[in-house]
Structures are given as C-alpha cells and as structure tokens.
C-alpha cells in the first residue's frame, strides 16, 4: 500500500494499536474491503492506521480525492456517511482501486486544533452492506476520543524532546555543550566501527578571552564567543559538528575527511577568526591516529595546549599526560 508509514513517535504508535482495535469493532457494524484512518498534518493527509484488504490502494490519492474535495461541512452535521463513490471519485480512483461505495466520518476533537478522517471503502461487485448504527456511532466516538489523546500526547512528547535538546545546548553560543558532545560522539563512534570512513576532531581555545572580560566586562566576552561560534559554523560544512566544552574551548568534528583537507580546514578557520579579530590556538587529530574517536579527542586537546604552551614561551607537556582510554578499536 502506498502513503502509510508504520514508523513514528511513541505516540503515533499507541495511536495506531487504539485505532486499529477500533476498525475491526467498526467492521462488524458495516462490513467493507477495507479501513483507514488518516491525520492532516503539514498540508496533507497521512494515513496513521488501516485495516482490511487494502492491498496496493494508494492512500494518499484516496485521502486527496475524498477528504480534500469533500465541501467543507458536507458530513459533519452527521456523525457519517456512507454512499456510492462519485463521479469524480471514480474518475481518479475506480480504476485504479475497483472503490464502488465510500464511507466517510471526521474525528475531529472538540477545540478542532487536531484534524482527523476516517474512510472506508467497498470494492467493486461487492453487495453493499448496511450500516450499524448502534455500533457504528459509538465506536466513532471511542476513535474521537482516541484522536484527541494522540495529539495530546504528540505536544508532551515535543515538549520533552525539546527539553533534552535544549539541556545539550549551551545557551550562549547556541552550539552542543559538553553533555551533548559526549553522548554525539558516542552516537557517531557506533557508527564509524562498521565503516572504513576517516573523521577528524579539532580542538579550539580562544587565546585571549580572560583579557577581554577583565578588560572590557563579561557582556564584551561572551559577544567574542558568540562571534567565535558563528564564524567556526560559517567555515564548516552543514553537516559538521561544533560544540562549546569549557569557557574558552570549542570542539569540532568531521566525517569524511581527510588528514590533508584537515589541515586545510584548520587554516581556513583560523584565518576567518583572525578576520573577526580573534585569534586561537587549536590541536587536530584523525580518528586513524587514535583508532577510536574518544582517543582523537584526547589527542587533539593535548595537541591544542602544546600549541598554546608553546605561543606562550611555555614547556610542552609530557605525552604521558594524554589520558589513555584503552586499547584502540
């Protein structure tokens, strides 16, 4: 079948099984070929749970031709209607779908901020059945009910999905912060392990932040952060991550690069944050270097304060001080 998607939210799921064990209660008031309902979202209709011998009916055109060119009010004075399909019906659908009869309700909840459809159809050749009401009327009502808690729960699930994004934000920069750098490299790194791909972590200190807030206040620094972030985003690719660890620390990761293209990403960010009057100190490693990203990371910040130990006439670190995070994978 075309235009039903099985995936989806938690709720989209709860959803379906709800509605589905409605359809079948449906269809013993009114036996038909088969049932969909459908949810209106960004402009269109798509069908959240179906029942029956839909087989390769194109869902989207069935939703299109019957609810979109439906008038508007046509079926809500009743809690249904159940007729033979028109002729424009038939014109886009017969054909294709063999649909002869239509049985058309709106489950739309009080309030109306949730829109949602129930369609029905009967093939072709088929003897049309008559419609139950003393099951039908109550089983649409259960489905309204149904339709309604789903869209509640779709706005607490929004709610709590933008929660925990915003908990791996840092708020001043708008970038990941430590929280969510870790947990991305933990998603990406599962990902790497089953691929041959390079990927390259580059770690940033800007050099001269302290002197900016003790010279001219804490609001001159955090625009100098904010200013840092957005020039770092503007060198990157759309897909590349930026995330800002500490005060003064931003770290970047790459997929599919280079060591080469690496080091020229490297000099074309600090010349664009030289440009904006902000001058770094930054560390690269290849995850190849490490054989784990976690140990790139490691060795990109041990890199970043060698360069800036030595900037400042300062001895280098020991190597040993790279924490080791075991054997490479």
Known sequence: MKGFESHGSRADYLAREALTAQLQVLQTGLPLTAWAVFQHKGGDWHALAVSGEVGNTDLALLAQTVLDRATPGDADAEPFEFRPANAAELDLLGARAGVSQIFRAMLTPCGGYSRGALLGWLHGGTQSPTPDSRILTPTLASMVGIMHLHAELITTERLVLDTRHEELLDPLTGTLNRTGWDQYLQQIEAGLKASDEDAMIAVLDVDDL????????????????????????????????????????????????????????????????????????????????????????????????????????????????????????
């Open 210 to 329: 302290k002197a900016v807030n003790e010279r001219d206040g804490r609001a001159a620094g955090d625009e100098m952060l904010r200013r840092a972030a957005q020039t770092i985003h503007a060198v990157l690719r759309r897909r590349d991550c930026v995330a800002r660890l500490g005060a003064d620390e931003f770290a970047i990761l790459m997929q599919d690069i280079s060591s080469s293209e690496a080091e020229a990403l490297a000099a074309r960010l600090a010349t664009a944050l030289k440009a904006v009057d902000i001058s770094i100190s930054a560390g690269l490693a290849m995850k190849s270097e490490g054989g784990t990203l976690k140990k790139a990371f490691a060795l990109a910040d041990a890199s970043m304060y060698a360069n800036k130990r030595k900037k400042n006439g300062m001895p280098a670190r020991n190597e040993s001080d790279i924490e080791d995070d075991g054997p490479a994978a």
